[in-house]
Each structure stands twice: as structure tokens, then as C-alpha cells.
Nanobody
Framework: QVQLVESGGGLVQPGGSLRLSCAASGIIFRIYAMGWYRQAPGKQRELVARVTGGGLTNYADSVKGRFTISRDNAQNTMYLQMNSLKPEDTAVYYC?????????WGQGTQVTVSS
């Protein structure tokens, strides 16, 4: 059974930082492309950042220079370091694992940026 479990969300002030984690089980983690997505109220889910099994990364323009995605294949865990957070970063953040036609999602973690 595949499980993706996100953690690390919470309430932070503008300009603050958070680190999200996504712990995976039930898959051969190192061969999966992993990604962080987010969905704000009333908006569509959007890609935030993605990392391939080989470590190649890409980011949404809105987070470039502020967010860093990484993965630890030995720990079956993906991370998202979020710095200089803005109110518009407020959303539920989801992790996704993808390989070919298969994809799996976590349950999401809430990130709220507010003073």
C-alpha cells in the first residue's frame, strides 16, 4: 500500500520560513519523480516544484529563489524549504509521486501565511 504523508505545515508570519516533509512508503522511492503542489481556496491545484529521480528540479515562477525542493532517497523523503513566505503562499500543500501512468498523492498539509 502506497502512502505519502506530508508534515511541517502551520501558521507563519510574512517573511518567515517553513520546511515541509513528505515521507513515502510502498514505492521504490528513488525511481519516482516527486513534486509539491498547492491549492488555495477557490483556485485550481498548481505545481510548486518538482524533482526527478535523478535530482533535476523545476519550480513555478512564483516561488523561484524562495523555495527549494530536495529529496533523500535513503530516507524515502522529499522536502520543501520555503523562505520569504508571502500571504499568497497560503494553501494546502500536497506531495505527489509519479512514474509513467501511475501517480499517488498525499493528504495535504495546510500552510497559512498571515500576520
Amino acid at each position: 500500500q502506497v502512502q505519502l504523508v506530508e508534515s511541517g505545515g502551520g501558521l507563519v508570519q510574512p517573511g518567515g520560513s517553513l520546511r515541509l516533509s513528505c515521507a513515502a512508503s510502498g514505492i521504490i522511492f528513488r525511481i519516482y519523480a516527486m513534486g509539491w503542489y498547492r491549492q488555495a481556496p477557490g483556485k485550481q491545484r498548481e505545481l510548486v516544484a518538482r524533482v526527478t529521480g535523478g535530482g533535476l528540479t523545476n519550480y513555478a515562477d512564483s516561488v523561484k529563489g524562495r523555495f527549494t525542493i530536495s529529496r533523500d532517497n535513503a530516507q524515502n523523503t522529499m522536502y520543501l524549504q520555503m523562505n520569504s513566505l508571502k500571504p499568497e503562499d497560503t494553501a494546502v500543500y500536497y506531495c505527489k509521486a509519479g512514474l509513467g501512468g501511475s501517480e499517488y498523492w498525499g493528504q495535504g498539509t495546510q500552510v497559512t501565511v498571515s500576520s
